[in-house]
């Protein structure tokens, strides 16, 4: 008795059966469906690229791969293109948050993600290796930081409570003083820990009144341990 070829696969009532239709593997297969579905995807894209390449900025700055001038111009355009991606209420809306992102696209990137969380580069967030050595650059310094802490309270006073406002006025503070000094001084910390929780905020978010008394406190204690680190 002939036997039966034996069917590759076995055979069920929903057996795929082939249909006639040709695929022409000439045609452009299309991932968007409108012009404002691709603009979405680019930006999307974009972020993932600045999330990488700042990562691998903040390694060679580690490493010493880079000066601290071209680490800080590099590191200045990567924050700012990422907030000005951002700042796009669909390309928001669709990227959620840095962690979800991050987890859809399965990134690390853990120094980015630390970078993109303060809004500065390291060399503003640090006090600097460099600070003003001459008496009249000091003196300028000093002045200039003053006049920043005392810029950023009256702004307080004055009820600009959005993050558009209050972050660049603090980041104003951070540079002024760490130009001036590179020591550590009480209430340096709170400052770095202000911007972290201000660059988290959408743009027009304005901070509590709770938040506004805490802040108010911590601005004049860091001004306060400022001023004693030039006795």
């Known amino acids: 008795m002939h036997n039966a070829r034996q069917l590759p696969y076995a055979p069920t009532p929903y057996s795929y059966t082939p249909s006639s239709a040709t695929i022409n593997l000439n045609e452009e297969v299309k991932l968007t469906t409108s012009n404002a579905e691709r603009d979405l995807y680019d930006s999307l894209a974009e972020i993932y690229s600045v999330i990488v390449t700042l990562d691998a900025l903040e390694k060679a700055y580690i490493k010493d791969s880079v000066t601290e001038a071209e680490y800080t111009a590099t590191c200045d355009r990567l924050l700012k293109q990422y907030k000005a991606i951002l700042g ?3 390309v928001s809306k669709a990227f959620k948050d840095l962690e979800t992102f991050k987890q859809e ?4 990137c853990p120094r980015a993600t630390e970078r993109l969380k303060i809004g500065l580069p390291a060399t503003v967030e640090q006090p600097s290796h460099n ?3 001459s008496v009249g650059a000091a003196g300028k310094d000093i002045s200039t930081a003053t006049e920043n802490f005392i810029n950023f309270l009256d702004a307080l006073e004055l009820g600009l409570l959005a993050k558009d406002s209050l972050h660049p006025l603090l980041a104003d503070v951070i540079q002024s003083v760490n130009r001036v000094s590179d020591k550590d001084f009480e209430g340096r910390s709170k400052i770095v820990q202000w911007l972290i929780t201000l660059n988290q905020m959408k743009a027009s978010e304005e ?3 709770d938040q506004v008394g805490e802040l108010k406190f911590d ?4 001004y306060h341990g400022f001023k004693a680190t030039l006795d």
């Open 88 to 90: 796009d209420d669909a």
């Open 131 to 133: 600070p003003s050595t």
């Open 207 to 209: 901070v509590s009144k």
């Open 219 to 222: 601005i004049r204690q860091a």
């Open 105 to 108: 696209w399965d990134m690390e």
